[in-house]
């Protein structure tokens, strides 16, 4: 049972590339999301979603899209990345009872 | 909004030291509160949780007693190990899967 596979681990980006990061997930689990990491300022969401076909904005959404066409697959796009986008990057499922998230290994993305 | 402060770190312990990381929290309703693990180069994993008022979570020798009168949930110890170093996270969430995250704390344990 893989959990939540999140790909690349590593990436670094030219200021207005764009990239998407991969996650999927194996349990069935109906919710995903996804947060940035930064340091001294802890976990952030991004973007999550309820369902298929189903996303909304968190907190820090600016510059990010998502889409959730399969249970399994949540992807983050960077449009046009940024400096500031420079951080660690989780995603998350969490099964319909609600019993807690499972988080993904991370993928560490640096922008030049 | 709900927010959640933590202690600031790093914590750095002896092995078999007791160990405490406050942790408050601000919420308009009536959250879940969670408590996070992570390990060096890994993700988070999900340590204890407590749904509702004067719960107790408990795993691996950690607890944290959800007190709403205090607004606190604070993670105890009562003998760590070198394995029990990492950051902690402590969060909470109205939904159980937007989380809101304190900043984490940095826990060294030396043998």
């Known amino acids: 049972n893989a959990g939540v596979t999140q790909t690349p681990k590593f990436q670094v980006l030219k200021t207005g590339q764009s990239m998407t990061l991969q996650c999927a997930q194996d349990m069935n689990h109906e919710y995903m999301s996804w947060y940035r990491q930064d340091p001294g300022m802890g976990l952030r969401l991004i973007h999550y979603s309820v369902g298929a076909g189903i996303t909304d904005q968190g907190e820090v959404p600016n510059g990010y899209n998502v889409s959730r066409s399969t249970t399994e697959d949540f992807p983050l796009r960077l449009l046009s990345a940024a400096p500031s986008q420079t951080s660690v990057y989780f995603c998350?499922?969490?099964?319909?009872?609600?019993?807690?998230?499972?988080f993904g290994q991370g993928t560490r993305l640096t922008v030049v | 909004g709900d927010s959640v402060t933590q202690m600031e770190g790093p914590v750095t312990l002896s092995e078999e030291a007791f160990l405490t990381i406050n942790c408050t929290y601000t919420?308009?309703?009536?959250?879940?509160l969670f408590w996070y693990v992570q390990y060096p180069g890994e993700g988070l994993q999900l340590l204890l949780k407590?749904?509702?008022?004067?719960d107790k979570g408990s795993n691996k020798g950690f607890e944290a007693t959800y007190r709403k009168e205090t607004t606190s949930f604070h993670l105890e110890k009562g003998s760590v190990q070198v394995s029990d170093s990492a950051v902690y996270f402590c969060a909470l969430s109205e939904d159980d899967y937007k989380l809101s995250f304190g900043a984490g704390t940095t826990v060294t344990v030396r043998a």
């Open positions: 919420a308009t309703g009536y959250p879940s």
């Open positions: 998350a499922s969490t099964p319909s009872d609600r019993t807690g998230a499972f």
């Open positions: 407590a749904t509702k008022a004067d």
